[in-house]
């Protein structure tokens, strides 16, 4: 049975099948300039940059969980600051939801439980049209 199988989404929830697949811009270094590769690919605590569209947020204890679709197919979960994620949307001139395109900068993180997919810890986020 796959886990997607055996999971019953709470009402609201959006189950992303390629959680951690989301392409992002990684910049090795030795001047070869970023590349674009799907979140999985880069190395935690590497910076990436990333524009995608939110498909979910939920805010709690000071911090926002985005879901990012970049519409290819791969999704990833960002943390960021709730506090960044409301001066982005009020300098954008509307309140933050699903279907709002951001670019977010940060940090690969992975999450301490086994086989839970990477995300990002995002130190940035602005709108964009």
Known sequence: MAVA?????????VIAPHLGALLVDYDPGLGLGPSHLPLHEVQVGKDVKATATIATLKAFKGRTRLILDDGHGGTANVL?????????????GFPPGPGARVTVRGSVDQPPLPGAPRGITARSIRVVA
Not at 5 to 13: E, F, K, N, Q
Not at 80 to 92: G, L, N
């Open 5 to 13: 199988d055996s999971v019953t989404p709470l009402r609201g929830t």
């Open 80 to 92: 960021v600051d709730t506090s960044k994620v409301m001066a982005a949307f009020r300098a954008a």
